[in-house]
């Protein structure tokens, strides 16, 4: 049947619509945001950028998170929605959660968390009360404030003690982790952190767990990327629940997710997660994810994940050649952990002096740290972007030597460092302005 256009009120402009509003380009409809846009663009591209929770996402991702599912409303999972006209967004969602158990070789997937925290509240929710024990990396030792921390919600959903590091090696002191677990009965050991630059032995955390009768969780934010390549090991089958964020070495939209194998656990989970600490979920960031899914799934994605951990490795390499110590020695992920003890230098000042130098990082307390944490003795670098956009390992290595410049010119007391960060910024630009980044917008953000 065919059946023409309706036109009741024959009205096109609808007076309370400002003109443009379905039409315009960004650029056009808000200047200054646009403006914003451009400037951050600008920035992205000539800037050597180290934070470790970034990275650059496909235009494919981009477009996705642009996309019409931000106007969508849904509460519930695939099948079981609140609100109906969920078709298209079951679909979605539903071959998100597919790719996300292919791309981690398990069962359960769960994709609507709106970041990694409240992908670890859930999980506290779903498997803890406030009477009972989680053990968890302190946070100085490189463990993440969610996962009891008392800056967090979750350090009042449960009692939480924390390991450490080994003064000697900076590796997870495995013996301390076995004491406490003994003492603490916790039920719930959590692995994985912001700042622990080594692969965690998931084998030795499954059996200290297994003796109190623990879950094991590991978070696995920073390096999802690198198990995904198969350059890291592989959480599972040691770990009961993996958290992960989505937006760094994965390389896709912001978010988390939450994988399982174990059916009585995902059920658990998805109440928990929503209602229990979110609401609906943002289905243009899971359109995103599902493009990210899709795209770590592809064997660039293997090349790519080895590419961040030879650039790691090469960076942290040059740094110690050059008289810059690493928590560790070395990495065995995308993170690299200056100590600036030696040097006598503090964190925050540093990581204002490569910012003003074209390098972008922050800064991070180490083992054993006695500075205050509003100045820290470290700085963590990551290579997961740089890496997206084509750096190769002599370029991670003349990244490293113009960070020593700038090290070594503050512990020397150098006068002249305000020219050399200059000097820097432009070479790095140099570097980094060739280098692929999406075709400039002008501040369309499209
Ligand atoms: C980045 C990170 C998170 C937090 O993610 P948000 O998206 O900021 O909520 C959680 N856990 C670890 C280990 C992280 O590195």
């Known amino acids: ?14 007076s309370w619509l400002h003109t ?5 380009a960004p650029v056009l409809a808000d200047p200054a945001i646009a403006r914003l846009i451009a400037l951050e663009e600008t920035r992205q591209r000539e800037s050597v950028e180290l934070v470790a929770s970034e990275n650059f996402v496909s235009r494919a991702v981009l477009a996705a998170q642009g996309s019409a599912f931000t106007n969508k409303t849904v509460v519930g999972y695939p099948g079981r929605r609140f609100h109906a006209g969920a078709e298209w967004a079951d679909e979605l969602e539903r071959l998100a959660i597919e790719r996300a158990c292919a791309a981690f070789s398990c069962r359960f997937a769960n994709v609507q968390p709106h970041s990694g925290i409240q992908a670890n509240l859930a999980v506290f929710r779903a498997l803890l009360s406030p009477g009972d024990g989680v053990l968890s990396m302190s946070g100085q030792a490189g463990g993440h404030f969610s996962h009891g921390g008392g800056s967090n919600l979750s350090g009042s959903m449960a009692q939480a003690s924390f ?4 003064r000697k090696n900076g590796l997870i002191d495995y013996e301390e982790v076995r004491s406490l677990s003994n003492a603490h009965k916790p039920k719930l050991i959590v ?3 912001a700042a622990y630059p080594r692969a965690i032995d998931f084998a030795a955390l499954r059996t200290i767990a297994d003796e109190v ?16 390549a198969s350059a890291h090991p592989h959480p599972f089958p040691f770990a009961d629940i993996v958290t992960t964020t989505t937006y760094k070495s994965l390389r896709g939209a912001r978010g988390g997710l939450i994988l399982t194998n174990d059916e009585d656990i995902a059920v658990a989970l998805e109440k928990a997660l929503s209602p229990g600490v979110q609401g609906s979920p943002l289905l243009h ?6 493009v990210c899914l899709g795209e770590v799934l592809r064997p660039e994605f293997s090349a790519y994940g080895r590419a961040v951990l030879e650039n790691a490795r090469a960076f942290a390499e040059e740094l110690q050649a050059l008289g810059i110590p690493v928590s560790t020695g070395g990495t065995d992920t995308p993170l690299v952990i200056a100590d600036l003890r030696s040097l006598g230098l503090r964190g925050q000042a540093m990581v204002e002096s490569l910012d003003r130098a074209g390098i972008t990082c922050n800064r991070c307390e180490i083992p054993f740290d006695e500075t205050d944490p509003a100045q820290t003795s470290g700085l963590r670098f990551g290579l997961s972007a740089c890496t997206t956009r084509g750096l190769e390992t002599e370029g991670s290595r003349q990244v490293a030597r113009w960070i020593a410049e700038i090290l070594h010119g503050h512990a020397s007391g150098d006068k002249a460092m305000a020219t050399r960060e200059a000097e820097i910024k432009l070479r790095a630009a140099a570097l980094m302005a060739p280098l692929p980044l999406y075709p400039e917008t002008g501040g369309d953000g499209r």
Do not use: Q, T
């Not at 094991?216 to 198990?227: E, P, R, T, Y």
């Open 163 to 166: 390991y450490g590091v080994e």
């Open 285 to 290: 960031a899971i359109a995103a994810k599902a």
């Open 213 to 228: 009768g623990a879950k094991l969780l590991v978070d696995i934010a920073h390096f999802a990327g690198l198990v995904v």
């Open 20 to 24: 443009g509003y379905f039409e315009d």
């Open 191 to 193: 692995a994985g952190g």
């Open 1 to 14: 049947m065919n059946v023409a256009p309706l036109i009741v009120n024959g009205a096109a402009d609808i």
